[in-house]
């Protein structure tokens, strides 16, 4: 190749006069002659060294317009949002895989700001090294869409045995007793299909609904969890529960803007997580939506034992929230985080956190 096809990333900075300048556009976290001598070194082995992910980031919108489009699914069947699934080229920048598909999830209409939160839920789960799919912000110059770009967390390039994915929904539909597709669905059935499973994921459980209180994420339906699955070349088939995935539907996305600023108000932010339910029930007695708080605090009664994986969700200093919140506040992009929200975001993980911390120390 003439020049390798890295990742060409822009970005857009405040001066110390406050007005924006457009830095040059490097690629793959480094400047063209860079890019250019790092050749076959920036293919990444498999799997992913996630410490070094979460450590570093971009900094930056990711630009993906000379991103190709995947051959078999260009479109992602699955979901209600406009999404497609593209290729990273090569690169050597240290939170991208070359030749790996990612799923650019486009920012659209009243669901916009579902960006935001996709990406800041993956920013708070790499302060405490919880398993979330790396997400960072990206453009398409040449179409002007903004969205979300989330790591696919399978097939991954020279992965020998590699995995597949399958939906909590395949494996619970055999227990549907009525029309709704979304239920059965409670915590008690999910940990009896995973002993039958042969896994242990009571912390998995534990670190998930807490993560969900914690963002007040409200759509973990079972297409919005599931397995990884491989078959050895010797031996039985593997199970094991995948990454926390889809994490869109949370921190306030809802809000519309001229709204924030009262929504900020501490009577009623303590409303609105009283309000919020997440889409599990705790058994087939309660298989409905229960409030966040009041599943964490069920949960945390009948496993004690997997307190300390719930706590390591909410172990992380306050302050590191704000930094992450102006970052994407400066991050000059078709849909602005804008101030408002930023204040708002910040509260609102600060009471929750709060109210977690009260249920971990009960």
Partial sequence: ??????????????NGSGSVELVRPIIGGMTKSENDSAGEAALHSVPPDRQTQFETQPGRPIDITSWLLDEDFPIHPVGSKPKR???CPLTNAPFLISGHSYLFKIAKDRRATQMWSEVIAYRIAALVGLDVPPCFVAVNETTGEVGALVEFFFGYPNEPQPSRL???ADLLQRFRTGPRTDRPHFVRMNLQIGRALKIDDVDWWARALTFDALIGNTDRHPENWGWLVRRPESGEVEWRLAPIFDNGTSLGWEIQEDKLARATDPSRIARYIRAGRHHVGWDRLTDSPTPHLELCHLFAQAYPAARAAM????????????????????????????PDRVRFVLALIEARKHELSAIMGA
Avoid at 315 to 334: M, N
Wanted: glycine letters at 8%; charged letters at 20%; hydrophobic letters at 50%.
């Fill in 1 to 14: 190749m003439g020049r390798i096809g890295g990742v060409k990333i822009l970005r857009a900075v405040r």
């Fill in 85 to 87: 699934v593209v290729t």
């Fill in 166 to 168: 399958v939906h909590a």
């Fill in 311 to 338: 706590q390591q969700v909410i172990d992380f200093e306050s302050t590191r929230i704000a930094p992450i919140l102006e970052e994407c506040a400066q991050l000059i992009v078709g849909v602005p985080f804008t």
